[in-house]
Structures are given as C-alpha cells and as structure tokens.
C-alpha cells in the first residue's frame, strides 16, 4: 500500500496508466488498488480527478481493445490456450464459449468486477464475432462503472483510506496471514485436484513412431474439441473424430477387434485419458498417444485439414 501510494504520488497519471493497461491486458497487478488510492490522492489535491478518470478509461479502453482484436484475429485458438491450464481443457471451451455467448452482454459490463472474466470477456466477444460498435459501447459502460466504483470510492472515503495507510504497519501482520492463509487455501484445492486425477487408473501409452509405424492396425481418433472450431485446422492423417463430450453415444460404433489410439493438446493428455477410461470401461482396447498432437507435429509425422462437414458452428454475435 505505501508503496503504491508513494510511486502513485511521484509519477502520478503515468503510473495509474500503466497499472490499469496491465491489468486489462492480463497481468496480475492491482488496478483497483491503484484506481482507490488515486481516489484518496485526487481528493487531498495531489492529483486532477478528471485527468484520473481520464487516465485509467483510456488504458482501460486500450487494453480491452487489444484484447479483443487479439480475440478477433486469433479465434478460438486463445481461448485453447486459456482453458489449457484446467484439468479439462477441452470441454472448458465448449462450456466457456456456450456460457459467454448466454450472458456476453451483461458479463462485459460487469465483467471488471470478476477476476478471470475481466480478462478473458475482451476476446471472447472479439472471437465470438460481436460487433465493434457494440463492444466498444458495453465496454466503455463496464469500464466507467469499474472505474466510478474504485476512484469514486477513494474520493469518497479519502479520509478513512489515509487512516489505514498510517496504521497500515500495525496490523500488516494480520494482512500478511491473511494473504498467506488464502494462498495456502488456493494451493491446497489445486493439489486436492491433482491428487484426484492421480487416483485414477493408469492408461496405456503409445508414442508418435510407434503409432506411425502401424496406421493398418490401428484407430486414430481425435478427441479434442477446439481444433473443430475453426476451418483450416489440422489433424493427424487418417484419424476421425469421436466427440469427448459424447463418448457414451459414439462409443457403440467403434470396433473391438481393433486397437483404438486417441490424442488431444492437452496438458497431461487430460481428456485422452478420460475418454481411454470410459472406453475401456466398455470392452475396448485403447492407447493414447504421448505428447498428443503436438508430438506428432514436433516428429515430423503427416497431419490433414480438418473436413469442413465436421467443422463445429459455434454461436457468434452476429
């Protein structure tokens, strides 16, 4: 806080700017904070509350614009990338693009006031397709409200913010702890997520040169979602699609006698190995295929354009 509030007084607009641009950007700095205590600053006379206001819309609305010119451009690859850190990153993209399409709209206006969705709402509107106009007009509402709430407040409560600032270093212990108690917490449900999925029964592997060397042998099947979203995507030569979230429905089809070796981009293969388990808990012999698709790639091996026929239309702002 004393440092915030010092480099705030020192450098003034520059600072505030760089904090809020940062922040709708992606990068885990305190924008709020930043807008709270520049508040408290313009109400003491250090700083001009229009040039404030002013300052923080304009990084706000540049960020945000980034973003979602990335999103427009990128298309549902940044997405993939987003989820990519969950368990199961392929159905977090079907779930976060049907979830966003239902409530795109008013999420964009609040979307400042939740942590991950400010990030992500910029490019999901910009690879959703929703028009420029339109999202410049939510966003600069979401933004104003976002801004008014923080700055607004530190106006406001100017006084009382100049009191914790002093008695800050008297209880900085409990504030510490309680930093501390919520890290703790957050690293425990991670590990209690990755002790879960430890549980679960290992599945057979099967590396790229192997696989390659018996295309007669075996099934190749594709279980990712976000490489179906887009046309021009590739896959591996030969292989079909078989829809993660519809295993159980597709499963009846696929051949007994035959090996099955399923691959995803996911992290730890994640969804691979969940479609494995449930096949095999159905009579089938299945691998999946180490690396996933981008062992593939990386050895060299032959990939093909996705058909356009299985390329899946998902909802845009059109």
Known sequence: MDFLQKALADHGYSILFTIVFLEAVGFPVPAALGLLIAGGAAARGTLSPLDCVACALSAMLLGDTLMFLLGKYTGWWLLGVLCRISLNPEACVMQSADSFYKRGRVLLVI???LPGINTMAPPLSGSMGMPALQFFGLDLMGATLYTGVWFGGGFLFSGFLSTITRGYSAFGDVVSWAIGIGVVLWLGNRIRLWLGARKQRP???????????SPDKVMVLDVRSHGYYEKDTKRIHGSSRLEPNAVSEQAAGLPKDREI???CTCVREATSSTVARALEDQGLKV?????GFRAWKKAGLPVEAVPDDEVVALPKFV
């Open 111 to 113: 979307a400042k006031f």
């Open 203 to 213: 599945v057979r592997m099967m590396k790229a040169s192997d696989l390659a060397n």
């Open 261 to 263: 070796v399923l691959y």
């Open 287 to 291: 691998s999946v295929l180490e690396g």
